[in-house]
């Protein structure tokens, strides 16, 4: 039977959680396809079989300064398995499973000038505060009962930060060009796509609470870094985009915030690098209590600014909004 009423889609879209359990599948392919295509683009350039690439693969990983050209091969590993793992699936699930258009993405009107400069001055300004977290996360320690799954967890995080201490070790400005396009754009769009898009709106649906909701997607956003010693930043600084998401309704400002918090890294890196700076972002000097205060103060000043100011836009466009019904 036709529907009369040009107000009313039918959606046939599964209910949250099987929805989210297609998403997973769409991961997990996009998982495999991207490493299987990394160890052959990585063949292609090294010129080598796919078993020796193996080997690579290991060395690239537990010592990258031993391999030749090991810091590109390593963009390119960590660019294309990103975008399979991240990106694609997140917009085919979008665009096929929810039949959604990319601008659905973002619900709200476009903010106003200022929440984007706010955005912008917002993720600076966290720094400090979480440093705090930084601070207190790498001290976490296990009981004696667990002092073996403590060890395995401080030998990955060894691991991680040798791999990062050599990606952020570029003096180029070529080559902080490639780390501002692999490590912060695409990880800008690909996880705020697949954590606060469509995990984000998803739990929204299905809890009363989006509070809820939002820590709930930052605390997974922040697990599946597994490392196990920035969980508890990292879940902040998600938890930080998600509430930007949700008060502006905007998925670009999420972006914008995702994109500084690792651009201003690698920047302040390349500036330290090439010896126009002495400090070092990337060595986790405890910062004084008064910063750490104000930046507490000023970040609570900044969201409350940034949640008042996108009331009244998020207001308008609720009569706008179509229903769906689920079947």
Do not use: C
Not at 193 to 198: C, I, K
Not at 206 to 233: C, D, E, K, M, R
Not at 241 to 260: E, I, K, Q, S
Request: glycine share 6%; hydrophobic share 55%.
């Amino acid at each position: 039977m036709q529907n009369s009423n040009p107000d009313l889609i039918v959606s046939r879209v599964p209910a949250t959680w099987g929805s989210l359990l297609v998403l997973i599948g769409f991961v997990l392919i996009g998982m495999a396809v991207g490493n299987i295509l990394a160890v052959m683009i990585l063949a292609l350039y090294f010129s080598t079989d796919a078993e020796s690439v193996t080997v690579l693969l290991n060395q690239l990983i537990t010592n990258p300064g031993k391999v030749k050209n090991g810091w590109y091969a390593l963009m390119v590993l960590q660019g294309v398995v990103h975008f399979f793992s991240y990106l694609l699936p997140s917009l085919l699930y979008w665009f096929y499973i929810e039949r959604r258009k990319i601008s659905q993405l973002s619900p709200g009107r476009t903010p106003a000038a200022q929440v984007w400069l706010l955005a912008f001055l917002l993720v600076l300004i966290f720094i400090p505060i979480n440093s705090k977290f930084i601070e207190w996360n790498a001290a976490m320690k296990l009981p004696d009962a667990l002092s073996g799954l403590e060890t395995w967890m401080r030998d990955k995080e060894d691991q991680l930060s040798v791999m990062t201490a050599f990606l952020t070790s570029y003096k180029s400005f070529g080559q902080l060009l490639i780390a501002l396009f692999v490590v912060t754009l695409l990880p800008a769009l690909g996880e705020e796509a697949l954590f606060r898009g469509v995990i984000q709106t998803k739990l929204t649906q299905q809890f009363t609470n989006p509070h809820v909701a939002i820590w709930v997607s930052a605390a997974i956003f922040s697990a599946i870094h597994f490392q196990f010693y920035g969980f508890l930043p990292r879940m902040m600084l998600g938890a930080l985009f998600g509430y930007l998401y949700f008060w502006t309704g905007n998925f670009w400002v999420a972006v914008l915030a995702h994109f500084v918090n690792n651009g201003f890294v690698l920047v302040m890196m390349y500036l330290h690098n090439i010896g126009i700076i002495k400090t070092n972002i990337e060595e986790t000097k405890s910062m004084s209590g008064v910063l750490v205060i104000s930046s507490l103060f000023l970040t609570i000043l900044v969201l409350n600014f940034i949640r008042q100011a996108s009331l009244p836009r998020k207001q308008a466009i609720r009569g706008d909004q179509q229903l769906v019904i689920k079947i």
